[in-house]
């Protein structure tokens, strides 16, 4: 409450309430609805049509999968992920696995935010509902429940020819980069700067410059690796 009284005291906020007062106190003004119809949009049924053809090939991964073998005769790991396929944690996993060309089936489970519960059949497997989580299929059904454990196991059971995720000889690079322990590392200094300028509001400027000025260190040590940043 009183972060609420001291951002309503600030000019800047002043000057909106007092615009908004101004412009109501104008009238309703006149919308042209014509400037937001867009005629070349598509219509479901006519990108439903279209979908079959924008379909992958059985050699590049779809979220859409079941399973990928690489050859393989059955999966060696279930992945449990996200059922829109967007959760980044999910996300690095399913890359991983792809990367790694460890053979895969997939279960997909409602997060949270959808508001329809977990299946008690995968709460069994993963108490606190967290996804991802992993099984191995030939290791008694062992179950991992942690992003970046289940990258650890991936790497340990890819596939010769691939290079590993962790390599050891980076190590003090993967700390500065996303592993530091501290919560310091360059990955959460961006992921906290961006979200300060997508939702600060009280100097939203200097948000922004400080968001930019660790966008540099990424493009720096992006720069320092070439494509990837180990």
């Not at 615009?19 to 104008?26: D, H, S």
């Given at each position: 409450?009183?972060?609420?009284?001291?951002?309503?005291?600030?000019?800047?906020?002043?000057?909106?309430?007092?615009?908004?007062?101004?412009?109501?106190?104008?009238?309703?003004?006149?919308?042209?609805?014509?400037?937001?119809?867009?005629?070349?949009?598509?219509?479901?049924?006519?990108?439903?049509?279209?979908?079959?053809?924008?379909?992958?090939?059985?050699?590049?991964?779809?979220?859409?999968?079941?399973?990928?073998?690489?050859?393989?005769?059955?999966?060696?790991?279930?992945?449990?992920?996200?059922?829109?396929?967007?959760?980044?944690?999910?996300?690095?996993?399913?890359?991983?696995?792809?990367?790694?060309?460890?053979?895969?089936?997939?279960?997909?489970?409602?997060?949270?935010?959808?508001?329809?519960?977990?299946?008690?059949?995968?709460?069994?497997?993963?108490?606190?509902?967290?996804?991802?989580?992993?099984?191995?299929?030939?290791?008694?059904?062992?179950?991992?429940?942690?992003?970046?454990?289940?990258?650890?196991?991936?790497?340990?059971?890819?596939?010769?020819?691939?290079?590993?995720?962790?390599?050891?000889?980076?190590?003090?690079?993967?700390?500065?980069?996303?592993?530091?322990?501290?919560?310091?590392?360059?990955?959460?200094?961006?992921?906290?700067?961006?979200?300060?300028?997508?939702?600060?509001?009280?100097k939203p400027e200097e948000y922004k410059q400080n968001y930019?000025?660790?966008?540099?260190?990424?493009?720096?040590?992006?720069?320092?690796?070439?494509?990837?940043?180990?």
């Amino acid at each position: 409450m009183i972060g609420d009284v001291l951002r309503a005291l600030q000019p800047n906020y002043l000057k909106q309430v007092q615009k908004a007062v101004m412009g109501n106190a104008k009238g309703p003004a006149t919308l042209n609805v014509t400037l937001l119809q867009y005629t070349a949009t598509p219509t479901w049924e006519e990108l439903k049509r279209q979908l079959p053809n924008q379909s992958p090939s059985k050699d590049h991964p779809s979220s859409k999968d079941k399973m990928r073998l690489f050859g393989a005769k059955e999966p060696v790991i279930k992945l449990y992920r996200d059922s829109a396929s967007w959760c980044p944690y999910c996300q690095k996993v399913w890359i991983a696995l792809e990367e790694k060309q460890v053979p895969y089936v997939v279960e997909k489970v409602d997060m949270r935010c959808y508001g329809t519960g977990k299946p008690s059949e995968f709460l069994k497997l993963q108490p606190n509902g967290n996804l991802p989580c992993a099984v191995l299929l030939k290791n008694e059904n062992q179950v991992i429940g942690e992003s970046d454990e289940i990258l650890d196991v991936i790497d340990s059971l890819g596939a010769p020819n691939t290079p590993t995720l962790r390599p050891p000889q980076d190590a003090e690079r993967l700390t500065y980069l996303c592993d530091d322990g501290l919560y310091n590392s360059l990955e959460r200094r961006l992921f906290g700067q961006w979200m300060w300028w997508m939702t600060g509001v009280r100097k939203p400027e200097e948000y922004k410059q400080n968001y930019l000025e660790v966008f540099g260190q990424v493009d720096a040590a992006l720069a320092n690796g070439g494509l990837y940043f180990l």
